[in-house]
């Protein structure tokens, strides 16, 4: 039931991380700074700041969780596999910001698997890609995807506890994730969209 996170980066190869180099995410608690702040390198590095920014992010965290309304050892099992998207559709990293927008538009999709040849290297969410040319006014549709570094995002295996991962997508700010079964292969995207059907299905069952 393991989920890892891949950091931003260029599609170049696979940003698919080796077992030696994963970084395992475990529960939401252990998310703390992993390394100095560097005030050379960082714009912010007030104290205060980054208290604020923890403590919005705690709360977030814990809201969530009174919303499920049980402690952890109570709360029943519930695997990715029950409701994620099997559907995916896959871009080449080689491809351009146009090619992506004009695929999405196509197929009606929010989410793109950017494949480096038969690598996976990354997941590219419309509202990000909307984003990125917000800021990128030089000619940004006919930039190619090789070029730009991409989002971060997080992998799942169809056994990941959907609790967890909720969890992890709001403490990283990211509105999907990457279904890949045992052979490291892409087999469905769970989304936001897919915990708000489940809340609507429990909702009608009288079970939120």
Known sequence: MSIH???PGRPVGTRMPEVHRRRRVGDVSQLVESAPVNPEYSEATDAELQSALHSERTRALEEYGAAAGERKAQRP???ISSIYSPTLHVVQATATVADAITLMNEHGTNHLV???EDNVAG???QQWLLGWLYQ???NPYTSILTHIELPAFLT???ETDAHQLARL??????NAALVMDAQA????????TDYLRLYARSEQQGRV
């Open 169 to 174: 997508m709001l403490a990283h700010q990211l």
């Open 156 to 158: 799942a295996t169809p």
């Open 123 to 125: 997941l590219l969410s």
């Open 136 to 138: 990128h006014t030089a």
């Open 185 to 192: 292969s892409p087999v469905g995207v769970v989304t936001s």
């Open 5 to 7: 996170v891949s950091e």
């Open 77 to 79: 099992y519930l695997p």
């Open 114 to 116: 950017v494949m480096a």
